[in-house]
């Protein structure tokens, strides 16, 4: 019943810019904050940047001025605006929502983000 599913992916030059957006269903506890995090092959997933339902966001320092986070008012729908791309930024990026004060366990199919150089 629980989904997450990220769409907006594709490959850009460097200095590109993408949208990704994510769709969260089937969760019928409250939603306390969204967030998006990245994996490339062989490496540790990270958390990219997240949002309370209050408005408050948080990002990581690599993409700090460059990406801004955004949900709707029930957390139904994220977005990740990504400005000013970089090679480092290749990855399959995923989106996750917070029940409670925890990330929850659910993870969607990702999203490919290739930036070429």
């Known amino acids: 019943q629980v989904q997450l599913v990220e769409s907006g992916g594709g490959l850009v030059q460097a200095g590109g810019s993408l949208r990704l957006s994510c769709a969260a269903s089937g969760i019928m506890s409250r939603k306390n904050g969204m967030g998006w995090y990245r994996q490339a092959p062989g490496k540790q997933r990270e958390l990219v940047a997240a949002?309370?339902?209050?408005?408050?966001?948080n990002y990581a320092d690599s993409v700090k001025g460059r990406f801004t986070i955004s949900g709707d008012n029930d957390m139904n729908t994220g977005y990740l605006q990504m400005n000013s791309l970089k090679p480092e930024d290749t990855a399959v990026y995923y989106c996750n929502v917070i029940i409670g004060t925890k990330w929850s366990d659910y993870w969607g199919q990702g999203t490919q983000v290739t930036v070429s150089s």
């Open positions: 949002i309370t339902r209050y408005g408050s966001a």
